[in-house]
């Protein structure tokens, strides 16, 4: 269950652990506002998932277990995770810390979630009173806050055992376990992120690099030139991307060492070349990407998407100076791309 906000998160969690107590909700809000809350040594943290997984039970819970802000806790104990997922969730974890700190805000939010705290403890939510949650939180302070672990009546009550996973880790997490599926069988994946501009797909390719070691193409870097955007040209489906070049490019890449020049849009020409190694997994991300005249490269196709609302309030933060384009010329673009070749029908996965 996926919360529009963290009172809705406080109110399933204490139905699901009544006995849950102030210093377990402290532990909530903290890890829903700033994600795992520490860096994470990948050797140690492997061993120590290895040696959790062997010690817990599994069950019938969901996988993820939703706590705000896009962030869940994997749950170590669900009956959907196994032995072949304990070195991907470590890496997934080790890349949700370094998101995590990219992220880091102030600790507004948190204050804005003890208060949830407080005030869903006055109408009996929670088996303690507001009292006793204004006496733990002013001594949560005074000793100077931070990260805490739970109480020892709720270690021995739910015997907690899960990983806080990063918003990208939550959103690709399905993704990466197929790409893992992929390579392990295979020797090697290719696989493209598509989707509505604004959706993230330059972020949750960035988090995948972290996860797996992989090579990047953007697609970005194969706008079409000015002089070979014709009306025509445009009224393809996908036609203000450089397709052709893409192509050729795939060509070498899926076979290992490869190079290209990336389009620099403010310049209108083509920037230094950039040359890539074989590595296990190549993934390719952007507007156009799963074009149907490429997506013959691709083991895996991921469609990304976004509510239009929050997908216009995004455009409009990244850049105020383009918005209208975006909206009056770009999206519209991408929109007809997508419906003229069925990418959410075609897609493997949406994320």
């Known amino acids: 269950m996926i919360f529009e906000n963290f009172r809705e998160a406080l109110e399933f969690h204490a139905r699901k652990y009544p006995i849950m107590s102030p210093v377990d909700c402290i532990k909530l809000a903290y890890q829903s506002e700033f994600g795992c809350g520490h860096f994470v040594d990948a050797g140690k943290a492997l061993e120590r998932l290895r040696q959790e997984m062997a010690a817990t039970a599994k069950t019938d819970t969901e996988l993820f277990e939703h706590i705000g802000n896009g962030r869940a806790r994997l749950m170590l104990s669900s009956r959907k995770v196994n032995e072949e997922d304990i070195s991907l969730i470590s890496r997934m974890f080790a890349a949700s810390a370094l998101e995590d700190a990219e992220i880091f805000c102030g600790g507004e939010g948190f204050e804005k979630k003890l208060d949830d705290v407080l005030i869903l403890a006055e109408t009996g939510t929670f088996s303690f009173s507001r009292e006793e949650a204004e006496r733990c939180f002013e001594a949560y302070k005074k000793q100077g806050g931070g990260a805490v672990s739970h109480s020892e009546e709720y270690r021995r009550a739910y015997c907690p055992a899960y990983r806080v ?121 952007g507007s156009y990407s799963a074009h149907t005249e490429l997506s013959h490269f691709y083991d895996l196709i991921a469609y990304s998407r976004i509510e239009k609302n929050e997908q216009d309030a995004r455009l409009k933060r990244r850049d105020p100076w383009l918005y209208g384009m975006f909206v009056n010329t770009w999206v519209p673009l991408e929109d007809a791309y997508f419906e003229k070749t069925d990418l959410a029908g075609r897609a493997d996965i949406i994320v």
């Open 165 to 285: 996973m990063s918003p990208s880790a939550v959103r690709v997490y399905a993704l990466a376990r197929e790409v893992e599926r992929i390579i392990r069988e295979k020797g090697s994946a290719v696989i493209c992120i598509d989707g509505m501009a604004a959706s993230g797909k330059t972020t949750l390719a960035r988090f995948m690099q972290n996860v797996f070691d992989c090579n990047v193409i953007h697609a970005d870097h194969f706008f079409l030139p000015k002089e070979r955007k014709t009306e025509k040209r445009l009224s393809e489906a996908g036609g203000n991307i450089d397709r052709e070049r893409l192509f050729y490019v795939l060509c070498d890449a899926v076979r290992g060492e490869f190079a290209y020049r990336p389009f620099l849009c403010g310049e209108g020409c083509l920037g230094e070349e950039l040359k890539f190694s074989k590595k296990p997994l190549l993934l390719v991300e």
